[in-house]
């Protein structure tokens, strides 16, 4: 997305606000009732979260019963695995595996092998390089958090029985997300208190968030359905290839198999990552090393590194994640700003 001279292309990390969730937490700004008071203005409070439970239910193909708001994905993980023995590979986000046994293995195309899903966290899509998993039947708990929004997927088809979700990934605000729960399933509450989120989750509700995450849902599951990240796939693969034809050497990760449609990350061997994402901050584009998470911590990629490349190679990975506001034209003028500061480094380092 331009904003004056600056290109935004780091969607992954976070989605900027849509219109439509902004217009709907506007709105909501002017609702003063608490969503648990049984008056008049406390019932139009509550009325405005259970709109928004359907809207993130129905753009996710699950029951708006089993919709647990939280205040974003990391609390949705906790809320999903604490105190229960279980199973995942290193390549999952740290707000799964912080709670995981990381011991499951990990082809060199992403791949994950899932012995036993009863007892295993399995993402959906990983967030730096795009792959996308088959997720086996009866797993107990899928990271949905970057595919959700950008996939076609319902929940009730995965035949999974929890899944963690964000806002942010998807047009909303930061600051909310939720664990989606199979029909009949439910949980151990981590917060106590007032016992909303049917006891699940207690605290009064973030009713501007939720109001905006249940806008931003249904508004993604329109792009999805018009054909819009099919378009920033074409997008997303032009800028491959233009990167591929103009740097010898340049791997493009996950090529060949299944990613999300707006992810390309590619490792330049010797470039370190960071130094291109600086590289490119000054020539105005916003993109990544990795996970945003891990954004600041001199040290390669762990998901790289599990996937086998070598602490050096996975040092010197880009990420660049496209959305629904990047244009051909900010694929060219990034291409041509990357393959510049490719050419002065080689340069350099000749």
Same mark, same amino acid.
């Given at each position: 997305?331009?904003?004056?001279?600056r &290109?935004?292309?780091?969607?992954?990390?976070?989605?900027?606000?849509?219109?439509?969730?902004?217009?709907?937490?506007?709105?909501a700004?002017?609702?003063?009732?608490?969503?648990?008071?049984?008056?008049?203005?406390?019932?139009?409070?509550?009325? !405005?979260?259970?709109?928004?439970?359907?809207?993130?239910?129905?753009?996710?193909?699950?029951?708006?019963?089993?919709?647990?708001? %939280?205040?974003?994905? %990391?609390?949705?993980?906790?809320?999903?695995?604490?105190g229960?023995?279980?199973?995942?590979?290193?390549?999952?986000?740290?707000?799964?595996?912080?709670?995981?046994?990381?011991?499951?293995?990990? $082809?060199?195309?992403?791949?994950?092998?899932?012995?036993?899903?009863?007892?295993?966290?399995?993402?959906?899509?990983?967030?730096?390089?795009?792959?996308?998993? %088959?997720?086996?039947?009866?797993?107990?708990?899928?990271?949905?958090?970057?595919?959700?929004?950008?996939l076609?997927?319902?929940?009730n088809?995965?035949g999974?029985?929890?899944? !963690?979700?964000?806002?942010?990934?998807?047009?909303?605000?930061?600051?909310?997300?939720?664990?989606?729960?199979?029909?009949?399933?439910?949980?151990?509450?981590?917060?106590?208190?007032?016992?909303?989120?049917?006891?699940?989750?207690?605290?009064?509700?973030?009713?501007?968030?939720?109001?905006?995450?249940g806008?931003?849902?249904?508004?993604?599951?329109?792009?999805?359905?018009?054909?819009?990240?099919?378009?920033?796939?074409?997008?997303? $693969?032009?800028?491959q290839?233009?990167?591929?034809?103009?740097?010898?050497?340049?791997?493009?990760?996950?090529?060949?198999?299944?990613?999300l449609?707006?992810?390309?990350?590619?490792? &330049?061997?010797?470039?370190?990552?960071?130094?291109?994402?600086?590289?490119?901050?000054?020539?105005?584009?916003?993109?990544?090393?990795?996970?945003?998470?891990?954004?600041?911590?001199?040290?390669?990629s762990?998901?790289?590194?599990?996937?086998?490349?070598?602490?050096?190679?996975?040092?010197?990975?880009?990420?660049?994640? !496209?959305?629904?506001? %990047? &244009?051909?034209?900010?694929?060219?003028?990034?291409?041509?700003?990357? !393959?510049?500061?490719y050419?002065?480094?080689?340069?350099?380092?000749?």
């Amino acid at each position: 997305m331009a904003r004056a001279s600056r &290109t935004y292309l780091d969607y992954n990390a976070t989605a900027p606000l849509s219109d439509a969730a902004r217009a709907a937490m506007i709105a909501a700004m002017d609702v003063v009732g608490n969503p648990s008071s049984v008056h008049g203005e406390g019932r139009i409070a509550k009325g !405005l979260i259970e709109k928004a439970r359907a809207q993130v239910s129905d753009a996710f193909g699950a029951s708006s019963a089993d919709i647990v708001f %939280t205040s974003g994905a %990391t609390e949705a993980a906790a809320l999903a695995l604490a105190g229960r023995d279980m199973h995942c590979a290193d390549v999952e986000h740290e707000a799964v595996s912080s709670w995981c046994d990381t011991d499951l293995a990990v $082809d060199a195309q992403g791949a994950v092998t899932c012995s036993d899903p009863a007892t295993t966290a399995l993402q959906l899509a990983n967030s730096e390089t795009g792959i996308v998993q %088959t997720l086996p039947e009866r797993l107990a708990v899928v990271d949905a958090t970057q595919g959700f929004g950008k996939l076609p997927v319902a929940f009730n088809w995965m035949g999974c029985d929890m899944a !963690l979700i964000s806002a942010h990934k998807i047009g909303g605000p930061k600051g909310v997300g939720a664990l989606v729960l199979k029909q009949g399933l439910d949980v151990n509450a981590q917060i106590l208190g007032g016992g909303q989120e049917m006891g699940r989750r207690s605290g009064t509700e973030n009713l501007l968030g939720i109001v905006g995450f249940g806008a931003a849902a249904e508004a993604s599951a329109k792009l999805i359905s018009d054909g819009i990240w099919d378009q920033i796939a074409e997008r997303r $693969d032009l800028l491959q290839m233009r990167l591929e034809d103009g740097a010898a050497g340049i791997i493009s990760v996950g090529k060949g198999v299944k990613r999300l449609p707006n992810t390309l990350s590619v490792i &330049t061997p010797q470039w370190k990552g960071e130094t291109q994402v600086m590289q490119m901050d000054l020539a105005g584009f916003a993109v990544s090393a990795g996970s945003a998470c891990s954004s600041g911590k001199v040290k390669s990629s762990r998901v790289l590194r599990a996937m086998g490349y070598s602490d050096l190679e996975a040092s010197c990975a880009m990420r660049v994640s !496209l959305g629904p506001e %990047t &244009t051909t034209e900010d694929i060219e003028r990034f291409a041509k700003a990357w !393959l510049s500061a490719y050419a002065r480094w080689k340069q350099r380092a000749a």
